[in-house]
Structure formats: C-alpha cells, structure tokens
C-alpha cells in the first residue's frame, strides 16, 4: 500500500517537471515556432518563381528549412541529455532502494526511494535555466522572450 501511494507521488513529482520544462522552455519554442518558422515560410515562398526549374526551387525551400530544423534539432537534443541525466540518477535511487531492500533491518526503504528520488528531480528541475540560456545563446535570442 505504502508503495503504491509513494509511486503516485513521484508520478506526480514527475508531472511538475515536464510542466516546469514546459513553462521554461515556451519563449524557445515560440522563437522556433514562430520566428523562425515565418522566417522559413517567407523565403520559402521567394524559391517559386517561374524561371526556376523544379529541382532548384526544391533545393531552395531545403535551404530555407535548415534554421528550423537546426533549431528544432538542437532543442531535442538538449532535453534529451536532460531526460538521461534524470533517469540516470532516478535508476541509481532505484538501485539503493532495491539493495535496502536485501538488509533486514531496513523498514524505511521507500522513505529513502520516495526521498532520493524528490532529491534528483529537484535539482534536474534547478538546472533548467542554465539549459534554457545556452538554446537562448545558442539560437541567437539573447534574453528576448
């Protein structure tokens, strides 16, 4: 029982971080989904013009598109190393809690999980600004949104 009320909690805990990378991450994503994207679809639309042939206008819009896609790329790939070092350091609070498990005298096992693991999100959750400022370097925003 005690397991099952622990494991909603961190459900929930888990819930707050996709909400605060959410909350965090929105002025990069309107500067993707809105700056950059008008920026591609303007240029974009200067690649038909009549005197082209098929292949440069294809050509054309692929080049219009690499801001977008190098932005989108780069987003990714940040929140992905931020996804593993959480889960990288949720496993290891799972490790103690299964090895607690093993020692007899060991009653607040799930205390200790339930504990490690608020530790661990807490301080993921507190290296979200540092990430959001290096996008916001990195795509040019420099404190804007």
């Known amino acids: 029982m005690e397991d099952q ?3 909603e909690r961190l459900r929930r805990k888990l819930n707050e971080v996709n909400t605060a990378a959410q909350s965090q991450l929105s002025g990069v994503q309107d500067h993707i989904n809105f700056t950059l ?3 591609y679809f ?3 639309y200067e690649c038909f013009d009549r005197r082209r042939k098929t292949d440069e206008i294809s050509n054309c819009v692929e080049h ?3 801001p977008v896609m ?3 790329n780069l987003v990714q790939g940040e929140m992905a190393k931020f996804q593993e070092r959480l889960q990288r350091a949720l496993a290891v609070c799972h490790d103690r809690y299964e090895t607690a498990k093993l020692q007899p ?3 607040n096992a799930i205390s200790e999980l339930e504990s490690c693991a608020n530790l661990s999100i807490d301080d993921s959750v507190r290296t979200l600004p540092g990430i959001v400022e290096r ?3 990195s795509l040019g925003m420099n404190n804007s949104t």
């Open 37 to 39: 994207q008008q920026a």
């Open 64 to 66: 219009c598109s690499v």
């Open 135 to 137: 996008l916001k370097t």
């Open 70 to 72: 190098q932005s989108q």
């Open 42 to 44: 303007k240029c974009a």
């Open 5 to 7: 009320i622990v494991t």
């Open 105 to 107: 005298a060991q009653s």
